[in-house]
């Protein structure tokens, strides 16, 4: 069984060790995200841990995938954890509207540790994580895929996603085909 926990000094010797064994956070930035991250960590570990919950959108700006900056979001993390560090979810939105920028690829973004994928954990931490779209107010999240990576389609499909649409991601991504699914809550 696992649960999405707010990331807490108690989690991060595990959290950080999957960093160190290679796993990124980030399935657009990889690697360039587990070395801030563990660079982060090691610089401030409370000031990191504070940065993964950022409801009033305070933060820094988001660095792009292509170097580019831009205005942060509201959101914050959750670590999937099954007694260690087994992922991390996060939730995006912006306030007063379910509608995301055209630069934003969803709501709602996971990544397991390999060596924990085909358990279902992303399927349980994709549904826990809609509770907390609720409690935010959206009226529906939205959730984007390579058309190569059925486990995603998977996992979403199995949360009440439908598919709404291919679309090419914004440049800064890389401009590639991604499709958009949609789980109204």
Do not use: C
Request: proline share 8%; hydrophobic share 40%; no cysteine.
């Amino acid at each position: 069984m696992i649960e999405i926990v707010k990331p807490a000094l108690e989690h991060l010797p595990s959290y950080k060790a999957a960093l160190q064994r290679g796993w990124s956070p980030d399935n657009v930035r990889l690697l360039d995200a587990t070395r801030e991250q563990l660079a982060a960590i090691e610089e401030d570990p409370v000031a990191f841990l504070a940065g993964l919950d950022d409801r009033g959108a305070k933060g820094p700006p988001v660095t792009l995938p292509d170097g580019s900056q831009v205005p942060r979001l509201p959101g914050f993390r959750r670590w999937i954890w099954d007694g260690e560090a087994a992922g991390s979810i996060g939730l995006r939105w912006q306030k007063g509207t379910s509608a995301l920028p055209p630069r934003v690829l969803g709501h709602i973004g996971y990544a397991v540790v390999p060596w924990k994928r085909g358990r279902g954990y992303a399927t349980e931490a994709v549904r826990l994580m809609l509770d907390e779209a609720r409690a935010v107010g959206l009226d529906y999240v939205e959730i984007t895929a390579k058309p190569g990576n059925p486990a995603s389609h998977k996992v979403i499909l199995a949360n009440g996603g439908r598919l709404v649409g291919r679309f090419f991601e914004d440049a800064a991504y890389g401009g590639a085909e991604s499709l958009r699914f949609r789980i109204d809550l």
